[in-house]
């Protein structure tokens, strides 16, 4: 799993380490983590052209070392010091003595990589307007040093302006920045440095293969349809049955023992899904997606058989107050904003606080569809999905990701591990099947039973 700490349990753990190693040791780590990732970004350190931007702090400091490092190693390093008199002294000593050479602004020269150590951890968001002029200035692949400067790490929000990276490399352990968009879309791909920091439980994890693998529901020796776990669907209605099929499609992946439908497009679903059958006991629901004005007798009717229930589209219209039983509710940004009360634009800008908020304010769960879908718990964790393909971004991907994780709760996971695992299995599916190319929500739902066959015989080795 990999886990996000905050800027305040990243420097208590820090602290600890501080104490106990000499002056700077921390640094010097940091730093020779970073002139490494360097030097493999490059591809060539011996006559590579590197430009540091320096600012005020440590993080200034980490870029001074590493520029030593490479200049040592014969690289021509450039420094512009954008905090002056309060530029890290024995950061800037040492880069002096290996030949880095400081220059101004207006002495900038093409370079190969800038590497951006304006600010790290603990900075403010946005960007300063030397920082802005010298960053206009230079046409080359930016290497961030912890974090992108400028974006807010804690909230992954990017209220003002901020360094946009190719490669940020971070040291001890991810912070939510990383995750989080819209600011880990401005990290590019990220790197972690090991410091041997030891660190509390994080509020922000990704799960990967071997976490999901483990919390995959299969079938014990002994088992028969009904202890798999049976999953009803009062989904779609007569004007979108299309929603209703899908939906059916995402619950047959063969992760229950059974799937139920009931609503006005059985017709439909049988014609793609023969093995579901109607009305009888479940142990979870799902509810609303193409529902239509039907969405509210099923939810009600859905809530009656005190099951979790998995809600979604037409279904997160008629919820006004929390639900009356475990839930999970799968909103895209416009019906959080709407859930909420707020402008589409909010959730778009800051979906952590977002999925929180709702989660709280419903007691429930929220899946929050997105590039990297949030799965918030009330007053707790949030798991961010980093699987998945652009291309996942169809029509109807929704409905199959709702029927996936409504499978999974009726085997047995809790809503939130519902959700951070359908949303895993759904975009590694994604991916396997069209990395590069394009794919319609039918071909997901089809996909996939391959993806957790490969990911339970070899979850090492798949592209996700
Ligand atoms: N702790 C450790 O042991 C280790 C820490 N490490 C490294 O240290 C980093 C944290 O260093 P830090 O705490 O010195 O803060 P840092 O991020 O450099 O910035 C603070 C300075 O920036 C300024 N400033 C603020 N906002 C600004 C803005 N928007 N634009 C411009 N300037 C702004 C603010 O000054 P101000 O001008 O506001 O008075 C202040 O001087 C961390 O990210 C990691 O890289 C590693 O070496 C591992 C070991
Ligand atoms: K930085």
Redesign the pocket.
């Known amino acids: 799993m990999r886990e996000a700490h905050t800027v305040e349990q990243v420097?208590a753990a820090?602290d600890v380490v501080?104490a106990r190693v000499p002056d700077g040791a921390?640094?010097q780590r940091?730093?020779g983590g970073l002139a490494s990732a360097l030097a493999d970004f490059l591809g060539r350190v011996y006559g590579a052209r590197v430009l540091l931007l320096v600012?005020?702090?440590?993080?200034?400091?980490?870029a001074l070392y590493a520029g030593a490092s490479l200049a040592r190693r014969g690289a021509q390093v450039d420094a512009v010091l954008?905090?002056g008199e309060?530029t890290h002294a024995a950061g800037l000593a040492a880069y002096r003595a290996a030949g880095g050479q400081v220059v101004e602004p207006a002495q900038v020269r093409d370079t190969d990589v800038v590497v951006d150590g304006?600010?790290?951890?603990?900075?403010?968001?946005?960007?300063?307007a030397e920082?802005m002029a010298v960053l206009d200035m230079v046409d080359a692949p930016v290497v961030a040093?912890?974090?992108p400067?400028?974006v807010d790490v804690d909230t992954g929000e990017t209220p003002e302006a901020h360094v946009v990276a190719d490669l940020t490399v971070t040291?001890?352990t991810l912070k939510p920045c990383h995750l989080i968009d819209p600011a880990a879309q401005a990290c590019g791909a990220v790197h972690l440095v090991d410091?041997g920091l030891d660190l509390p439980r994080a509020d922000v994890v990704a799960l990967q293969a071997p976490e999901v693998r483990a919390l995959l529901p299969r079938p014990t020796p002994d088992a028969h349809k009904y202890t798999r776990g049976v999953v009803g669907l009062r989904v779609g209605s007569a004007t979108y049955p299309g929603a209703a099929v899908l939906s059916a499609l995402g619950a047959s992946s063969g992760l229950v023992g059974m799937v139920r439908y009931v609503g006005s497009a059985t017709d439909q679903v049988l014609a793609v899904a023969p093995e579901i059958v109607g009305a009888g006991r479940v142990q979870a629901w799902v509810v609303g997606s193409g529902g239509g004005d039907e969405a509210a007798e099923a939810l009600a009717d859905a809530f009656a058989d005190e099951v979790p229930v998995l809600i979604d589209a037409d279904g997160l219209r008629h919820l006004d107050a929390p639900p009356p039983v475990p839930a999970l509710l799968t909103p895209h940004a416009g019906e959080l904003a709407a859930m909420l009360d707020v402008p589409r634009d909010d959730v778009e800008t800051a979906p952590l606080r977002h999925a929180r908020e709702a989660a709280d304010r419903f007691g429930a769960a929220v899946l929050l569809k997105g590039r990297r879908t949030l799965v918030a718990e009330p007053g707790g964790r949030v798991y961010v999905n980093t699987t998945g393909t652009p291309w996942l971004a169809t029509a109807g991907a929704g409905d199959v990701l709702g029927g996936l994780c409504g499978a999974l709760m009726a085997a047995g996971l809790e809503p939130v591990l519902a959700g951070a695992v359908g949303s895993w299995v759904a975009g590694a599916a994604a991916s396997e099947l069209a990395a590069d190319g394009p794919l319609t929500a039918s071909q997901l739902a089809r996909a996939i039973p391959g993806t957790v066959r490969r990911l339970l015989t070899d979850p090492e080795d798949g592209p996700w």
């Open positions: 420097r820090e501080l921390l640094m940091a730093a600012g005020a702090g440590n993080n200034g400091g980490d954008l905090g309060r304006i600010v790290g951890i603990g900075g403010t968001p946005g960007l300063r920082a040093v912890d974090v400067s400028g040291f001890g410091l």
